[in-house]
């Protein structure tokens, strides 16, 4: 009676742990895919912090959830051919970005930028001295010598982008913590309550009471 009890209280487990478990896993995977996409780099102008045909996490985010010092995807559609890319932002609305040609200075600070390609230099790009209007980010690619950015279109509203064009934040390769370690959960309840409820199915089974032997018929002549 006490095998036959246990078995009943690992299938209990089990009917709980595995609809459980896939809620998790299937929330985790659904919060991953309304919340996130993938996308390929496409060209140099990210170099070195994004390579060219690397694969990319992008988070979608609200305009006001931009920072200083994002690597955003952003549609253009006056660039690019409308197409999305892949550049930084060093400046927001209102902010004064002042480059003398090597220095970047964002409202009289210099920017620290330990992420630019080094060693070259892009002789079509000028010294700036840009206000950003309210509402748009002004954006460069790290590979300064071979990025089509904000310093190459300073005649429209000082170079800058609307930030409503902003498709997602870069969060680099790495799957979000919470969103992996819900789906992981997830998964590791429904294995374990599979096998809790096979376990207490097999422990059902071996406390049943064998059937009584049935003597064999007497011989006769």
Request: hydrophobic letters at 40%; charged letters at 20%.
């Amino acid at each position: 009676m006490r095998q036959r009890g246990a078995g009943s209280g690992l299938r209990f487990a089990g009917w709980v742990l595995v609809p459980l478990g896939l809620i998790l896993a299937v929330g985790g995977i659904g919060y991953f895919f309304t919340h996130y996409q993938g996308v390929t780099v496409m060209s140099e102008a990210m170099e070195p912090t994004f390579r060219q045909g690397q694969r990319l996490i992008v988070e979608d985010i609200d305009a006001d959830e931009v920072r200083r010092g994002d690597v955003v995807l952003v549609a253009v559609p006056s660039r690019y051919e409308g197409r999305p890319v892949l550049q930084r932002v060093l400046g927001m609305g209102g902010d004064h970005v002042v480059c003398d040609g090597n220095r970047i200075t964002v409202n009289g600070k210099p920017v620290d930028e330990p992420y630019v390609m080094r060693g070259e230099v892009n002789p079509a790009a000028e010294p700036y001295d840009v206000r950003v209007p309210d509402g748009r980010l002004f954006l460069l690619g790290d590979h300064r010598g071979n990025s089509n950015d904000s310093r190459f279109h300073l005649d429209e509203q000082s170079g800058s982008v609307a930030v409503s064009g902003v498709r997602g934040r870069v969060q680099g390769l790495a799957v979000p913590a919470a969103t992996g370690a819900l789906g992981a959960l997830g998964i590791l309840l429904t294995l374990i309550g599979t096998g809790l409820g096979i376990g207490g199915y097999v422990a059902g089974r071996s406390s049943r009471r064998p059937l009584a032997a049935v003597p064999p018929w007497p011989a006769v002549q």
